[in-house]
């Protein structure tokens, strides 16, 4: 069942967020900014409704991994001015000095920024970064096709009983991530034993898989193509629509809490639109329609005050402290580690 939102924000408060953003309204060129987000991760029609209200043109990438940022901010391959990364990608584009620090100036709908989520391990100073969304991670599983008694843990994912019915995330951190919390060792671990470890564990789960996969996911669970995956809650509650008899639940093991936020890239040509952008994307009017569209937690305070109570009150969406302390934040790894990362997800990948 679609949950829908209090959409409803008065004229005085509307008016009060627009005056915060840069730029002015009408139709007058004030310039371009590069945004280059997620797949599935915008109600585009947000895009539309920051070039009425600022006049900067707004040109629109998405990728599908935090990896695949990385590799094409690295290699040079193109330029953007807002990027929206994961907690733990944050901390390696700060220590690689690879973001511009904000001007705080031009982005005072910061103000409505939940204080939890300010000043994060990533971002301890919050120098660099201004959250967009949240949320949790968990096992999708169709529930005509997987057997109750199954459920309950990471281990579904290596179930035989399921045999080409199961998808794997396809990126390092997470996939990796997953083997490791299920084998009880942290998200976060600089033990490479264990990280090996927790890869042979993915090399003994290949067989069985019916592929790795990343916002693919959606067709494959929503038409009932796959049984089993792992993906993000508000993700859930998009092919939910779609599909209702999907289901979700948190491993016991754990899993992972994550926030991606909003940043700039080292030399950003158009940094003052950039932050323009930022401030948009916090405003209660952007935060609402984005929210709506994709499901996920907003870090704004505005927002979750007009939210309908069946979703502010959503367990898995704004999570209670029992939920929490099963979870767990990526953070920053030293670079060793990475190196570890990337040439164990190429043994995995290159696995028989």
Do not use: H
């Not at 002015?24 to 945004?35: D, I, P, R, T």
């Not at 900067?56 to 990896?67: A, F, L, R």
């Not at 926030?259 to 930022?278: L, R, T």
């Amino acid at each position: 069942m679609k949950k829908t939102l209090a959409i409803a924000v008065s004229g005085a408060l509307l008016t009060g967020l627009l005056a915060g953003c840069a730029g002015g309204g009408g139709n007058a060129s004030k310039g371009e900014v590069n945004v280059y987000n997620w797949g599935e991760y915008i109600d585009e029609s947000v895009l539309d409704d920051f070039e009425a209200a600022t006049g900067i043109k707004v040109n629109y990438q998405m990728y599908d991994s935090n990896e695949t940022m990385y590799a094409m901010l690295s290699g040079g391959g193109a330029e953007y001015d807002v990027i929206i990364p994961s907690d733990y990608m944050i901390a390696r584009l700060i220590s690689e000095d690879m973001l511009e620090p904000l001007n705080f100036d031009n982005i005072p709908n910061f103000s409505d920024i939940d204080p939890e989520l300010k000043n994060p391990e990533y971002d301890p100073e919050n120098l660099y970064s201004v959250p967009y969304m949240w949320g949790l991670m968990g096992v999708i599983y169709n529930t005509t096709m997987v057997d109750e008694a199954d459920l309950g843990s990471w281990d579904l994912l290596w179930n035989e009983k399921y045999a080409d019915d199961i998808v794997m995330i396809d990126n390092s951190r997470d996939a990796i991530g997953i083997a490791l919390k299920s084998l009880g060792y942290s998200y976060n671990t600089t033990d490479e034993a264990q990280i090996v470890e927790a890869v042979d564990l993915l090399i003994q789960q290949r067989p069985i898989l019916q592929g790795y996969v990343m916002d693919e996911i959606f067709g494959k669970l929503e038409g009932s193509n796959a049984a089993i995956g792992t993906y993000y809650y508000g993700d859930y509650l998009t092919m939910l629509e779609s599909n209702e008899d999907l289901g979700f639940y948190i491993p016991e093991e754990g899993t992972n809490i994550y926030v991606d936020a909003m940043c700039i890239p080292k030399g950003a040509a158009n940094k003052e639109n950039a932050e323009a952008f930022i401030n948009y994307m916090c405003s209660t009017e952007a935060g609402l329609k984005n929210c709506e569209e994709i499901w996920y937690s907003t870090p704004l305070l505005s927002v979750r005050e007009a939210l309908d109570p069946e979703v502010s009150s959503d367990p898995y969406a704004y999570p209670d402290a029992e939920i929490l302390a099963k979870c767990e934040s990526y953070a920053g790894l030293p670079q060793n580690i990475l190196d570890l990362y990337d040439s164990e997800w190429t043994r995995l990948k290159s696995a028989s």
